[in-house]
């Protein structure tokens, strides 16, 4: 349970950093394929020959998972070395549209927010494209307001409510803001709301454990300086 769990959380982040990809890709590049996608379209096609060949192979699951894992290693590489220059949008499209058939077929990831947005079958409107238009503006309205107040350092009142909105408004919605860093856009990523909302009180509770055994031996510390000392 733990490994299945362990890969949809790989696979879904390779899904959701796709569609972040998608709404920041700027259309107006030179869209003539070069050496760079023609490599990544290349291994595309041959690891769905592998894939097949696995597949037949008395349904060797395990050589399907590394090879698909390899697909979207390379593909991350490809996304970092072309970003800011040719970066073809149909081509990890591709890519995702592929693997989430893969693992649809196969019954690997079952969570519908990472595999309907890239189905091959799926003409119903996701709810996740129902919502994108509000959630794009609430977005750029936050930067915004982030952006102002970094102007006047007397609104740093703002930019507390902007973390507030990120961190206690849009989890209830099922939308992770991600700050990519001072003058980047931020970026969005949609979840189930239920799972991500008991992902980041995990996360608070082990913060809180963390703290507290930080406290603990600090105390410890004090009290043998303190006894150190005492000696002497």
């Known amino acids: 349970m733990e490994a299945a769990s362990k ?3 790989y696979f879904g982040e390779f899904f959701q950093n796709v569609k972040v990809w998608i709404r920041e ?13 023609n490599t990544l379209l290349k291994l595309l096609q041959e690891k769905k020959r592998i894939i097949h060949d696995a597949l037949c192979d008395n349904f060797n699951t395990p050589l399907v998972l590394k090879n698909l894992q390899d697909l979207i290693s390379k593909t991350y590489e490809y996304e970092l070395k072309v970003r800011s220059s ?3 949008l149909h081509v990890a499209y591709s890519i ?3 693997v989430a058939h893969i693992l649809k077929s196969l019954g690997l990831v079952y969570r519908n927010e990472y595999l309907d947005y890239f189905r091959l079958d799926s003409n119903e409107q996701t709810s996740e494209e129902v919502v994108t238009p509000y959630i794009d503006a609430s977005v750029r309205f936050r930067d915004n307001i982030k952006a102002a107040a970094s102007i006047d350092k007397d609104l740093i009142k703002v930019l ?5 909105l990120r961190d206690d408004v849009y989890p209830y919605l099922g939308v992770k803001i991600e700050d990519q860093g001072k003058g980047v856009p931020s970026i969005w990523k949609f979840y189930d709301k239920e799972i991500y909302i008991k992902e980041l009180q995990r996360q608070k509770e082990q913060a809180e454990m963390a703290r ?4 603990e031996l600090n105390k410890e510390l004090e009290m043998k300086v303190d006894s150190y000392l005492f000696y002497f």
């Open 212 to 215: 507290l055994k930080k406290e």
């Open 96 to 98: 995702a549209q592929f």
């Open 160 to 164: 507390k409510i902007c973390d507030e």
């Open 7 to 9: 890969h949809e959380k």
């Open 86 to 88: 040719s970066f073809k």
């Open 25 to 37: 890709n700027d259309l107006k590049k030179n869209l003539k394929f070069d050496q760079n996608d």
